[in-house]
């Protein structure tokens, strides 16, 4: 693990991977009193920032101390989302799964996503979890407007959008599962560290 001082107040925590990440922003979550009056904790795909800190040269050395234990299967909260797999690359991914496209539902089913880290709009998490054989390229044309509600894989990503906006992942199903709400606490559904199961509506 590397760390960088952002400003003055600010520190940014690299780490090798995902897992390695997804740790460290759990470590940090159950050690937030020791931290000094951090504000926010920060995930992202091999980083972590920590804004709102005091004495960034300091907190880092006592970080680098720290034993990161892995990330248990089963740590985080567990919501289930209800999907329609209706999306108009449902037969592409199926083909470039080599399965039927009645397969995928089953095969995004039997996966326990994770919420890595949270970024290009309000709401919308990056969910890892996809075995590497399954994942996928993103569009060679993205759309202009993707629908609010749709399921989506890209790479080693599934997401799914909170609101309609342009975008080239691999369109598989839709939801009607509100994924950011100001008015709740966490106003995002899909925060970091929450596990995703996606079920097959009407199944």
Known sequence: ?????????????????????????????????????VREIVPAARTVLLDGV??????????????????????????????????PDLAEVARLWGVGPGEVPGIVGSVEFR?????????????????ERLHLPRRATPRTAVPAGSLALAGAYAGVYPRSSPGGWQLIGTT????????????????????????????
Request: hydrophobic share 50%; charged share 20%.
């Open 115 to 131: 919420v890595a880290f949270c970024g290009f709009a309000p709401g919308f998490g990056y969910l890892t979890g996809l075995p």
């Open 1 to 37: 693990m590397r760390a960088l001082a952002v400003g003055d107040r600010a520190l940014l925590l690299e780490a090798d991977s995902a897992q390695e990440v997804a740790a460290l922003h759990a470590e940090l979550l159950r050690r937030r009193a020791e931290l000094g009056g």
């Open 54 to 87: 005091a004495e960034p040269a300091a907190l880092a050395a006592r970080i680098a101390g720290w034993e990161v234990p892995p990330l248990a299967g089963s740590e985080g909260p567990l919501i289930s989302v209800a999907v329609r797999y209706d999306g």
């Open 176 to 203: 009607g599962a509100v994924l950011w709400d100001p008015g709740r606490e966490p106003a995002a559904l899909f925060a970091p560290g929450v596990r995703v199961r996606f079920e097959e509506a009407g199944s």
